[in-house]
């Protein structure tokens, strides 16, 4: 008998991550009602190129480029102990730092909001922005903390017993999302 | 990883990865993150049983700005001098929870001891045994040759010390520097030079991955850097060279030394100086000399060995 669904199972190729990408980017805009004082930070590793994306969707449609930063959040977790220790990514904060500024922190996946929980312990250090938000690719569920994302791409119901993969062209050669009851290769 | 004790221990990679993250954590120090949660509620014991400055302060700094609870804790006025042993120390430790033990001993092999008897459970640093290692030491100073002398290639992250000369100068006999540092550039793809007098070369360097010269001059214009040994008197009991003065003229880094190394090369010592004897302060002090980034550089690269030690779930 064939199964419902194959394992593992794309869910978005390409053109709908694009498409999603620059619905987050309008909605940003619209959120916030234009882009002044904007600074993108991507999440290593795959919210980095998601951030450039979204700065290149923002520039496109208001003529103007949004600085984009990098920060890792590995030294910030609250789970460090519960696996061997990960290395370091990068952490490069646009050069106009992120005082006074408004933050919308970027990252592929949303799932318990520990990430997040640490990006915003992470932030405490660098500065202090007047307004942080969080946009994301892939809303999966299950929060095990009282944080939620401003921008969802793609709510994605899933059981916690599947892996949700975001693959993104800069990094993995190209762009679709995938849900896997079984580790997958690649991320 | 779940002790360093020896640059042996290490692999090429494992020892890049030291590096890159040391790298990363002087980036998020140099963006304005000073003080990391990332040990918080460890605890990191400095068990000192020979006197340090730098290496102590460096440690206690680094466990500091990672959030841990830090003891340190010297030889001198504790049990220790009432004759209490190594293992009841060690056991004392693992009563209390320490996580990390980061120590410092006359004795050659007293870190492998801790680390391999079963006394204790915690993660265990050698900050220097006897005449045998010094292994982040060596790091700091493989950091410091990265960061000064290959940026120019591009991001130093991922590399090596890839067709690097390294001299190193003086006591390679009682240094613990020296051994480490040998096995650490050579890893690491540099060509390490040992030069000093033959009293003060070890039996059996023959055989070290280095190449062995018994005149400094001779070397110095093919160096991209040069490390000053200290000439470690309390380690000495018997005649190694006639007199300090003919020492420091046969290998002492003076100014017209100096001038005949090429011109991007640099100047390390690992402290503390003799100066006027190994290293004149003029060139301690000039432009050449890297020493006051090394001392910076110790607290980055501790911070990052004590994060892959202790920072995560050490059960691999």
């Known amino acids: ?116 929980r640490a990006a915003l312990d992470a932030l405490n250090e660098f500065g202090r922005p007047t307004i942080v938000q969080l946009a994301v690719l892939v809303d999966r569920g299950h929060r095990e903390l009282p944080i939620r994302a401003d921008y969802v791409g793609k709510n994605l119901p ?30 | 990883m779940k002790h360093l004790v020896s640059i042996a221990d290490l692999s090429r990679d494992d020892a890049i990865k030291i590096l890159d993250t040391a790298e990363r954590l002087d980036a998020l120090t140099e963006q304005g993150a000073k003080k990391l949660p990332t040990l918080r509620g460890r605890t990191v014991v400095n068990l000192f049983y020979e006197d340090s400055t730098r290496t102590r302060l460096s440690f206690e700094l680094a466990a500091k700005r990672l959030s841990a609870d830090v003891i340190t804790f010297s030889a001198k006025g504790s049990s220790v001098s009432k004759g209490e ?77 890839d067709g690097i000369t390294v001299g190193i100068v003086g006591d390679v006999l009682h240094s613990r520097v020296a051994r480490s540092n040998i096995r650490l550039l050579h890893k690491l793809g540099a060509h390490v030079v040992v030069i000093g007098p033959p009293t003060l070369m070890p039996v059996g360097i023959d055989k070290w991955p280095c190449e062995v010269r018994y005149d400094i001059d001779g070397a110095l214009p093919s160096l991209d850097a040069i490390m000053m040994l200290r000439v470690q008197q309390e380690r000495m009991n018997g005649s190694f060279f006639p007199s300090s003065e003919e020492y420091s003229r046969m290998f002492g880094l003076n100014r017209s030394r100096a001038a005949r190394l090429p011109q991007h090369a640099i100047v390390l010592h690992p402290g503390p100086m003799n100066r006027g004897m190994e290293i004149t302060a003029e060139v301690a002090d000039s432009h050449r000399s890297v020493i006051t980034q090394q001392v910076a550089n110790g607290v980055t690269v501790r911070m990052a060995v004590l994060y892959l030690l202790v920072g995560g779930d050490s059960v691999d």
Do not use: C
């Open chain 2, 85 to 161: 042993s190594l293992k009841d120390t060690a056991l004392t430790l693992q009563a209390m929870g320490a996580d990390a033990v980061v120590v410092r001993h006359n004795a050659s092999g007293a870190a492998h001891q801790l680390a391999h008897t079963g006394w204790i459970d915690a993660g265990i640093i050698n900050a220097g045994d006897g005449t045998h290692e010094h292994p982040t030491q060596a790091l700091l100073d493989a950091y410091t040759l990265r960061d000064a002398l290959t940026k120019d290639r591009g991001e130093a992250l991922g590399a090596g010390l």
């Open chain 1, 1 to 116: 008998m064939k199964e419902l669904h194959s394992d593992p199972r794309v869910v978005a190729d390409a053109d709908d991550i694009s498409r999603a990408i620059r619905r987050l980017s309008h909605q940003i805009l619209e959120n916030l009602k234009g882009a002044e004082n904007l600074v993108l930070l991507g999440i290593p590793s795959r919210g980095v190129p998601l951030a450039h994306r979204i700065s290149r969707n923002i520039a496109d449609i208001e003529g103007t480029a949004i600085p984009v930063g990098s920060l890792d959040v590995t030294l910030f977790r609250d789970d460090l102990k519960l696996r061997p220790a990960k290395t370091l990514e990068r952490t490069e904060l646009p050069p106009e730092g992120i005082d006074g500024r408004v933050v919308v922190l970027v990252d592929d996946v949303l799932y318990s909001g520990r990430t997040i």
């Open chain 1, 158 to 187: 899933t059981s916690q017993a599947e892996k949700v993969y975001v693959e993104i062209s800069e990094l993995d050669g190209q762009d679709q999302i995938v849900i896997s009851h079984s580790e997958l290769k690649n991320p």
